[in-house]
């Protein structure tokens, strides 16, 4: 009974912190660089050239920005390579069939509010480059370049092996 009352306990305590750091590590810090595409439509066509815009320039961005050590280095290399981010935007463009148009803009640019993981981000002006393809009036993506909160690796291959504490602690205080 002791040992259910200690485990019952221990479980709480873990959920309250890891509930706390989970909230914390979905917080973008002030100094971040934002990467939003904002398709045309709501057209199945429109969302799909959206999605790959956003495939290829992750690829892109993770490869420029994977060594950077400051935001600014960071803005450095993306004012530095925004030829490169056209020629791509153009080559998927043009790939697609794709007609209407798009602008790119890097610096301060408006974000509306998100709700994501229950996690609400404010609305207002960040550093970011976008992507508006068209009449920019769909449903738009958006995350974080740098630091590089969702961009892919795309180098290797790793292998992840997850581990629950939970699990740990049943098991030391079950056997």
């Known amino acids: 009974m002791k040992k259910t009352i ?11 912190f890891i509930s706390d750091a989970l909230a914390k590590n979905l917080m973008i810090p002030e100094d971040a660089i ?9 057209s199945a066509f429109d969302q799909d050239v959206k999605g790959k815009v956003k495939d290829k ?28 981010v056209d020629n791509d935007v153009k080559n998927i463009l043009s790939k697609e069939n794709y007609n209407k148009g ?17 996690v609400k981000y404010e609305e207002g ?9 068209g009449k920019g009036e769909g449903d738009n993506w958006w995350c974080v370049l740098f630091p590089p909160l969702c961009l892919i690796e795309g180098e290797e291959d790793t292998e992840v092996e997850y581990k629950s504490i939970v699990m740990e602690i049943l098991d030391k205080y079950l056997s």
């Open 34 to 42: 934002r990467i939003r595409i904002i398709p045309n439509s709501n």
């Open 6 to 16: 200690i485990l019952i306990l221990l479980i709480g305590i873990f959920y309250v």
């Open 57 to 84: 320039l992750e690829i892109t961005m993770y490869d420029l920005l994977k060594d950077a050590e400051s935001s600014e280095e960071a803005k450095e290399i993306i004012k530095n390579n925004l030829e490169l």
């Open 102 to 118: 798009y602008k790119i803009n890097f610096g301060m640019n408006y974000f509306p509010s998100k709700e994501y993981k229950g």
């Open 125 to 133: 002006y960040y550093e970011s480059l976008v992507i508006t393809l």
